[in-house]
């Protein structure tokens, strides 16, 4: 403060250009390691990896342990202590990227080495499913001497059956394989597909771990944890196989293995791999089970593996550049580190929200999305749609595909997978089923019609207008018509019906709703626009202005300076955040006085973690906060971005960045892990 103080008074700076921004870097609420797939999602909620155990999404421990052996000295660098490696190695650094999460860590002063998790989930216009497919994490050890010497630097990495298993007692299964050039350990359960009773861990598959065979490589299978680990503290051999099939926790079997490595002035490395099996089913669709996509392209673990082994050179310069662009493009965009900083730690909460399959029925690629830690739920409508800036504007192929589930059981296409559900609603649906089976009849929905008809409306124009095609639309085009029809009968009132924030509780006449479902009338026509129907093009924008008119006269307070909650409850406020739409389609429906008037109301309701949901309580969303702030004047993008980056740096309980928080605490009120973050990149859908 004194350096600060000291540069204004000598006029080195003007005081009103000084923002107040967090410092040091983002503390990641909980730092993504492998996070591939719901079920595939594996953190570490600490400070330093050495501090506990990591954990699943919902705070499971994930029996991972990781030590280094320098010139005989153990350091841990990963995980509790569990075989008598007293000495943690000091983490000095924490890099968090898009794909990437990289740990520096010091042994001594001799020796600096880092750890490195690469997960490959690139997004791109055209997606190379066969690499985003890919059920595998990279794991790559550097090393390098500090003292101009050389020294010998021996690195060991196991894994209890916890990552493949519902509860400790399972029994545990544990099995060699091998290629040419590959060895492999996996570490698992005998669980069958859905086994799980709808728990949020698999209980079926295995846990794999595979390395280049070569003299410089040893490993252990289904020895007990504290064997495996007390023999590579005392640098000894690891144990034999074992064929003592147990409980997990029963002396805690283990897949364990070491590699020597040399740490010189120039350096080393190593890279393995983790990964999931599932087996040959993934998602369930009214009867069908559908294999995972990367088993259909690549037939087998092995062959998945052997492939990306031949592609490791490509994939780090892919994830590099992916990542460099990403933080750049957003810094731009945002004009501020902070953004791009964001981004890269929401990325891959986003792509471990889903799980790519294949649909043999009607030889296509799908894709599916969990409503991670709240319902559990398969492809929840209004969670894809907060979700979608981050997909929309990586690959809008991908939410394409993402829609095809759902627009098929919507159109009544479930007949071929043999377990039929008619669809029989005028508006959309709310979700498919519970993770990981598609089979809830319409009427066992929790109903937004108004929410998830507007949700795809606005969602599918964004695609069509990207991609400049609307040839895939053509078997849904009289939903579509249905759809637009049922707004046209709802609105500008909705009545008394849920929207997304249903966790508040009913808001009959809700004012963010009803301009949801104006703005996505507007987006409506812009679609019969693109496919030629003029006509219905005019009409339908013609009703969305009649209805744009009406919401300001009913939605405006008495106050005259911002608009309301509910229709019929003067007094109150809330985030109008569906209202992005309109710039980023460039529609002139509501006036763009009367956003700004609720942005500089917006102003007034700041707390110190950013700006509140609405007038009822101080807590948030963090995806519709960053929807208002990308609407806003850049101070005040700046001021609610820096807001939430400054929650997040501090928020607690440690768990994988929550959506739903207090802004006038650390505290999350609920929700974690959840791709709605994808929402953060919103900004990056407008010009």
Not at 94 to 109: K, M, N, P, W
Not at 186 to 206: E, L, P
Not at 427 to 451: F, T
Not at 541 to 552: C, E, G, R, T
């Amino acid at each position: 403060l004194q350096f600060l103080y000291f540069i204004v008074h000598n006029n080195m700076l003007p005081l009103a250009s000084l923002v107040l921004t967090a410092v040091g870097g983002l503390r990641p609420p909980s730092v993504p390691l492998m996070v591939q797939d719901p079920y595939t999602s594996f953190w570490s909620p600490y400070d330093n990896l050495y501090d506990g155990w990591p954990t699943r999404w919902n705070g499971e421990t994930v029996g991972w342990n990781g030590m280094a052996s320098i010139d005989g000295n153990c350091y841990r660098w990963m995980g509790d202590d569990g075989g008598g490696c007293k000495n943690t190695a000091k983490q000095v650094d924490l890099q968090v990227d898009a794909t990437q999460t990289t740990y520096t860590f010091e042994a001594g002063s001799s020796v600096k080495f880092s750890v490195q998790f690469r997960t490959p989930s690139v997004m791109e216009e055209t997606p190379d499913y066969s690499l985003l497919s890919l059920p595998l994490t990279i794991v790559q050890y550097s090393v390098v001497s500090l003292d101009g010497k050389d020294h010998k630097a021996d690195f060991y990495f196991d894994s209890t059956a916890e990552p493949a298993i519902t509860t400790t007692s399972t029994a545990a299964t544990w099995s060699r394989s091998e290629t040419s050039e590959l060895g492999f350990l996996k570490i698992g359960s005998n669980g069958t597909f859905a086994s799980n009773d709808g728990s949020d861990d698999i209980a079926w598959g295995s846990f794999i771990i595979a390395f280049e065979k070569g003299s410089n490589v040893n490993s252990s299978l289904g020895a007990g944890s504290i064997a495996a680990r007390t023999s590579f503290v005392s640098n000894q051999t690891l144990p034999a196989d074992s064929n003592d099939f147990r409980k997990v926790s029963d002396n805690w079997p283990v897949a364990a293995f070491v590699t020597r490595l040399t740490a010189s002035t120039t350096g080393s490395t190593f890279k393995y791999f983790i990964g999931y099996d599932e087996g040959d089913s993934a998602i369930q669709f009214f009867g069908t089970n559908f294999p995972p996509l990367w088993l259909h392209l690549h037939g087998s673990i092995e062959s998945a593996t052997t492939y990306a082994l031949g592609q490791l050179v490509s994939i780090q310069q892919k994830c590099d550049k992916f990542d460099s662009n990403l933080r750049s493009e957003m810094n731009a965009k945002g004009k501020t580190s902070l953004y791009g900083e964001m981004g890269s730690l929401a990325y891959r909460q986003v792509t471990g929200g889903t799980k790519l399959v294949f649909n043999q029925i009607k030889n296509e690629t799908w894709l599916f999305m969990k409503e991670i830690s709240s319902d559990g739920d398969v492809s929840t409508v209004d969670v894809i749609y907060p979700s979608s800036p981050a997909i929309l504007h990586y690959s809008p192929e991908l939410y394409r595909i993402l829609m095809l589930p759902i627009l098929a059981y919507a159109n009544n296409e479930t007949d071929p997978y043999g377990a039929p559900i008619p669809y029989n609603l005028e508006w959309a649906p709310h979700h498919l089923g519970h993770w990981p089976i598609c089979n809830i009849p319409p009427n066992k929905q929790e109903q937004m019609p108004v929410e998830e008809t507007a949700n795809l409306l606005l969602n599918i124009r964004y695609v069509t207008r990207a991609q400049n095609d609307t040839a895939w639309l053509a078997p849904y085009w009289r939903l579509m018509e249905i759809w637009g029809s049922y707004l046209i009968t709802v609105l500008p009132d909705p009545g008394n019906q849920l929207c997304t924030d249903d966790f508040e509780g009913p808001s009959p006449h809700n004012a963010n709703l009803a301009v949801k479902g104006i703005v996505a009338l507007g987006a409506y026509s812009q679609l019969m626009d693109q496919v030629g129907n003029k006509q219905a093009a005019v009409a339908y924008m013609n009703i969305a202005k009649n209805f744009a008119d009406a919401w300001v006269k009913n939605a405006t307070d008495p106050s005259g300076n911002h608009t309301k909650l509910q229709y019929n409850l003067p007094g109150t406020w809330s985030q109008k955040y569906n209202l992005v739409w309109q710039p980023i389609f460039k529609l002139d429906l509501i006036p763009d006085s009367v956003i700004q008037m609720d942005l500089n109301y917006y102003r007034t309701k700041m707390q110190e973690y950013g700006l509140p949901l609405d007038s009822r309580a101080l807590f948030t969303k963090t995806d519709w906060s960053m929807w208002i702030a990308a609407m806003a004047p850049q101070d005040q993008f700046l001021d609610i971005t820096t807001a939430i980056y400054n929650w997040a740096n501090v928020s607690e309980p440690r768990a994988p960045w929550g959506d739903w928080y207090w802004t006038n605490s650390n505290q999350w009120r609920h929700f974690k892990a959840r791709p709605v973050l994808g929402g953060i990149f919103v900004k990056m859908l407008m010009d």
